[in-house]
């Protein structure tokens, strides 16, 4: 079967996807104006990633045969509050992140989000029970009541659509093979944090893309932001959990 047949027998052939992600899904030209884009100018060149089909959100949504809508992604972000910062905006938990996915009166069918790199990079918590004071932490600064709250919000904004929650994935530099990824970041383990996305996507009626379950690195230029390559073994991860 030709790739352009396959498009066709696809079930998310002509359907409209907006992501809700950080910096490995932002692009130049991409993204909402004033935004956060990490692949701009130099780095599109270090990472060999100039187009949308590119990246790993352009080549999922080609072979599946869907249509870009609006890509949501702020380079840094998290899910949870920043710390310092007055309101919840850039967060993805934040209402103009949530309710930034459709076009005018159009509105996606399918939403990606691919969150939670930033928060277990800086050592956020990953559950409310994992803090000595949970009973007075704000929803907005503990890992899984944000993710939930997002997940809410996304689900009240956008209630056609379906909603695919990706786990984290490890990464690897052929450029330096010396290079081991931490497993635990922050005091935190990656795994903490995939499960926290697993259970609160399902009890949400999300559908997971469980990119850790397979444990195959992405290729990256620095440890974090995929290279072409990279972005190929993301499209390839997704694409699987999709169908």
């Not at 992604?73 to 905006?89: A, D, I, Y």
Request: charged share 20%; aromatic share 10%.
């Amino acid at each position: 079967m030709s790739e352009n047949e396959a498009r066709a027998k696809s079930r998310y052939c002509g359907k409209r996807f907006s992501i809700l992600g950080d910096s490995i899904s932002t692009l130049a030209g991409y993204n909402p104006s004033g935004y956060s884009v990490f692949f701009a100018g130099e780095v599109c060149a270090r990472a060999n990633v100039f187009n949308a089909r590119d990246t790993w959100w352009g080549q999922v949504i080609s072979r599946l045969g869907g249509e870009l809508l609006v890509n949501n992604s702020w380079s840094g972000s998290r899910v949870t509050k920043l710390r310092g910062q007055t309101t919840l905006f850039p967060s993805g938990c934040s209402d103009e992140r949530t309710g930034g996915l459709h076009r005018g009166g159009t509105m996606p069918d399918v939403i990606i989000v691919y969150l939670g790199t930033n928060d277990w990079a800086q050592g956020i918590e990953a559950k409310c029970l994992d803090c000595a004071d949970w009973q007075h932490r704000a929803w907005s600064t503990v890992f899984d009541s944000a993710y939930e709250r997002m997940l809410m919000k996304l689900r009240r904004n956008y209630p056609a659509a379906e909603i695919f929650c990706c786990t984290l994935c490890p990464t690897l530099i052929s450029a330096n093979p010396s290079f081991t990824f931490p497993e635990s970041y922050g005091g935190v383990h990656i795994e903490r944090y995939c499960e926290t996305i697993r259970h609160i996507a399902e009890i949400n009626g999300c559908r997971v893309i469980d990119l850790y379950k397979y444990r195959t690195p992405y290729n990256s230029i620095d440890g974090s932001h995929p290279n072409s390559a990279g972005m190929n073994t993301l499209a390839s991860l997704i694409i699987k959990e999709m169908i």
